[in-house]
Nanobody
Framework: QLQLVESGGGLVQPGGSLRLSCAASGFTLGAYATKWFRQASGKEREGVSCINSSGGTTNYADSVKGRFTISRDNAKNMVYLQMNNLSPDDTAVYYC??????????????WGKGTLVTVSS
């Protein structure tokens, strides 16, 4: 059964850091691009970052550039999102999604159920 499970969310103070993990089962995540999205309450879903299948290409939304880093460990079937210098504007449910191809330019396939990140003092 193809499954993506996000973890690592929680409550953090402004300026703090979190590392989100996306664990895949039932398929080889390393064959596909993986994207992180987020959705804040009352707002539309926003693409945050993408990493291609090899890990050689990454991209980021302007709002997180310089603060977030996406990475992957294909041997562990995992993708990560390191989030630093968090602000309340980063509060959202974060989702990882499997790409349809190995490229970040392709469409999306399966989604996880999300992990909540709350940035508050």
């Amino acid at each position: 059964q193809l499954q993506l499970v996000e973890s690592g969310g929680g409550l953090v103070q402004p300026g703090g850091s979190l590392r989100l993990s996306c664990a895949a089962s039932g398929f080889t995540l390393g064959a596909y691009a993986t994207k992180w999205f987020r959705q804040a309450s009352g707002k539309e879903r926003e693409g945050v970052s993408c990493i291609n299948s090899s890990g050689g290409t990454t991209n980021y939304a302007d709002s997180v550039k310089g603060r977030f880093t996406i990475s992957r460990d294909n041997a562990k079937n995992m993708v990560y999102l390191q989030m630093n210098n968090l602000s309340p504007d980063d509060t959202a449910v974060y989702y990882c999604a499997k790409g349809a191809t190995g490229s970040c330019l392709g469409g999306m396939g399966s989604w996880g159920k999300g992990t909540l990140v709350t940035v508050s003092s």
